[in-house]
């Protein structure tokens, strides 16, 4: 059965760096994109960026571009998303969620598996 | 980026009712448009996607219609496991987006 599995919650402060991986089972790691999705505390859902498990490509949203790096180790199947420079705004719950069909440009139709979600909270 | 909106963004209904939730698109997104269910302290489970198309073993009173600009998210009659908050989402350009969401609860 598919199953993504992620990293623990993490305490950081301002100004440092946090790294979260999603560990991918179940399936053809490199046969999915992997998108991060998070949550900040009573707040929506919002998109950060994908990566192609197979190529490595990467697609951020501009507002994490130059903060975000998304990449994968295929050997261990697993992505991973680092954000620095944080502040007490990424406090959020951090997901990584796969997409699955064709649609638009091949990118997917939607979000069939996600992962537990990881909460990262930044505070001095 | 392509905007979506959501209303109501809240609503209170009983077991039983037809509850219907609109999402519009800040430019057409033929049918690359998905909803999301999301429960506290729960991953988002996608309900539909290509705007009408069930997810696997999601019940049939869930159903969704629309293209281009404007769709719609029904329960035809709502249960008790089913209050929760709902996003729409579209994947028509590089960069997906989220509405703001839309929070069901009980009347």
């Known amino acids: 059965q598919v199953q993504l599995v992620q990293s623990g919650a993490e305490v950081q402060k301002p100004g440092a760096s946090v790294k979260v991986s999603c560990k991918a089972s179940?399936?053809?790691?490199?046969?999915?994109?992997m998108h991060w999705v998070r949550q900040a505390p009573g707040q929506g859902l919002e998109w950060m960026g994908r990566?192609?498990?197979?190529?490595?490509?990467?697609?951020?949203s501009e507002k994490f571009q130059g903060s975000v790096t998304m990449t994968r180790d295929t050997s261990v199947t697993t992505a991973y998303m680092e954000l620095t420079r944080l502040t007490s705004d990424d406090t959020a719950v951090y997901y990584c969620?796969?997409?699955f069909g064709g649609g638009w440009q091949q990118l997917g139709v939607g979000f069939d598996y996600w992962g537990q979600g990881t909460l990262v909270t930044v505070s001095s | 980026d392509i905007q979506l909106t959501q209303s109501p963004s809240s609503l209170s209904a009983s077991v039983g009712d037809r509850v219907t939730i609109t999402c519009r698109a800040s430019?057409?997104?033929?049918?690359?448009l998905a909803w999301y269910q999301q429960k506290p302290g729960k991953a988002p489970k996608l309900l539909i996607y290509?705007?009408?198309t069930l997810q696997n073993g999601v019940p049939s009173r869930f159903s969704g219609s629309g293209s281009g600009t404007e769709f719609t998210l029904t329960i035809s009659s709502l249960q008790p496991e089913d209050f929760a908050t709902y996003y729409c989402?579209?994947?028509?350009?590089?960069?997906?987006?989220f509405g703001p969401g839309t929070k069901v609860d009980i009347k």
């Open positions: 969620a796969r997409v």
């Open positions: 290509a705007a009408s």
């Open positions: 989402q579209q994947l028509n350009s590089p960069r997906f987006t």
């Open positions: 430019q057409g997104i033929s049918t690359y």
């Open positions: 990566i192609n498990p197979n190529s490595g490509v990467t697609k951020y």
């Open positions: 179940g399936y053809i790691f490199t046969g999915y994109y």
